[in-house]
């Protein structure tokens, strides 16, 4: 007979980790470091699956140590959390009870779940310097549309921008230079980078991505980003279909830039004046728009043959 599977929900803070094992009564916490960490998953019974949010960098001690000691370890949305916990009608929110919750969640998800898969290095400062590299940009226009006008600091503002060209470049360099050490992803790269539209930070993005997570299908790979539709239907009540967003936020934006670029080419430019003519808006059409192409990178990617633009037809 063998023994009942253990699931266990981790809420993660930066001082400390509380766990609970569903079915079972109490919570335990530990300090969120290296050490404590290892030695209380050690005992845990063999064939526990551990769950925790995506909570910023709190987890990533718990997933790293999991990793490494071959702890099935799942990493969940913050949203589908959030949104089960309100479905439980759960009137509190404590760390103890946040902990429940995820061990509940995880008990009763974990089938249709993916398991952690951690990056290389490589991929791991890659997808990092990513992230660093769209908070700069974001900083740098709220900046510029904060200090407009300010004539007294025009220098002083010229100076802050060249700064952030300066900083972009050197992020961009160093993606560079790591992209070269990896063939695999060098030559991955290449590919996608020969779809209208996609530029440096998309390809590496895409490159890296699908190198570390095995999709089975282009379905997958959308339904990862969060831009697949969902329905919003009731009897012969016909919803708008909105982007799910339970993906990747930075998968989901790249591919929307991507999308922004590709809709004034001669290639996609068509896709998106039929998607318009057809009643979508300007944020609706790019975001089919983003999904088409998306679609598009998995072939490329999976083929490992540039992309052929003759190839491409636009829906009747």
């Given at each position: 007979?063998?023994?009942?599977a253990?699931?266990?929900?981790?809420?993660?803070?930066?001082?400390?980790?509380?766990?609970?094992?569903?079915?079972?009564?109490?919570?335990?916490?530990l300090?969120n470091?290296?050490?404590?960490?290892?030695?209380w998953?050690?005992?845990?019974?063999?064939?526990?699956?551990?769950?925790?949010?995506?909570?910023?960098?709190?987890?990533?001690?718990?997933?790293?140590?999991?990793v490494?000691?071959?702890?099935?370890?799942?990493?969940?949305?913050?949203?589908?959390?959030?949104?089960?916990?309100?479905?439980?009608?759960?009137?509190a929110?404590?760390?103890?009870?946040?902990?429940?919750?995820i061990?509940?969640?995880?008990?009763?998800?974990?089938?249709?779940?993916?398991?952690?898969?951690?990056?290389?290095?490589?991929?791991?400062?890659?997808?990092?310097?990513?992230?660093?590299?769209?908070?700069?940009?974001?900083?740098?226009?709220a900046?510029?549309?904060?200090?407009?006008?300010?004539?007294?600091?025009?220098?002083?503002?010229?100076?802050?921008d060249?700064?952030?060209?300066?900083?972009?470049?050197?992020?961009?360099?160093?993606?560079?230079?790591?992209?070269?050490?990896?063939?695999?992803?060098?030559?991955?790269?290449?590919?996608?980078?020969?779809?209208v539209?996609?530029?440096?930070?998309?390809?590496?993005?895409?490159?890296s991505?699908?190198?570390r997570l095995?999709?089975?299908?282009?379905?997958?790979?959308v339904?990862?980003?969060?831009?697949?539709?969902?329905?919003?239907?009731?009897?012969?009540?016909?919803?708008?279909?909105?982007?799910?967003?339970?993906?990747?936020?930075?998968?989901?934006?790249?591919?929307?830039?991507?999308?922004?670029?590709?809709?004034?080419?001669?290639?996609?430019?068509?896709?998106?004046?039929?998607?318009?003519?057809?009643?979508?808006?300007?944020?609706?059409?790019?975001?089919?728009?983003?999904?088409?192409?998306?679609?598009?990178?998995?072939?490329?990617?999976?083929?490992?043959?540039?992309?052929?633009?003759?190839?491409?037809t636009?829906?009747?």
């Amino acid at each position: 007979m063998q023994d009942q599977a253990v699931f266990v929900g981790v809420d993660a803070s930066k001082a400390e980790l509380v766990s609970g094992i569903h079915g079972q009564p109490g919570c335990a916490a530990l300090p969120n470091q290296d050490a404590p960490v290892a030695a209380w998953l050690q005992t845990l019974p063999p064939g526990a699956k551990v769950a925790v949010e995506s909570t910023g960098e709190c987890h990533l001690t718990l997933v790293r140590q999991a990793v490494r000691l071959g702890v099935t370890v799942y990493v969940l949305n913050a949203r589908d959390v959030y949104f089960y916990a309100k479905a439980l009608g759960m009137r509190a929110k404590t760390d103890r009870v946040d902990a429940r919750v995820i061990a509940r969640y995880l008990a009763e998800h974990h089938a249709q779940l993916r398991p952690y898969q951690p990056p290389s290095p490589v991929q791991a400062e890659i997808e990092r310097l990513l992230g660093q590299r769209w908070v700069a940009v974001t900083k740098r226009t709220a900046l510029r549309q904060a200090l407009r006008g300010s004539s007294a600091i025009e220098q002083q503002i010229q100076q802050l921008d060249a700064s952030f060209d300066s900083l972009l470049q050197t992020i961009d360099q160093r993606i560079e230079q790591l992209i070269d050490t990896d063939p695999t992803l060098k030559a991955s790269q290449r590919q996608l980078l020969t779809i209208v539209g996609v530029g440096s930070q998309a390809s590496a993005l895409l490159s890296s991505l699908l190198a570390r997570l095995q999709f089975a299908s282009a379905d997958a790979l959308v339904a990862f980003s969060g831009l697949d539709p969902r329905a919003q239907d009731s009897g012969r009540s016909h919803g708008k279909r909105r982007p799910s967003k339970r993906g990747s936020p930075d998968l989901r934006r790249q591919m929307y830039m991507v999308a922004m670029s590709a809709c004034h080419s001669k290639v996609f430019g068509p896709v998106y004046q039929q998607l318009r003519s057809r009643g979508f808006k300007t944020t609706e059409a790019l975001v089919i728009l983003a999904r088409k192409l998306l679609r598009v990178a998995y072939a490329v990617w999976r083929s490992g043959k540039p992309f052929e633009p003759e190839r491409f037809t636009v829906p009747a």
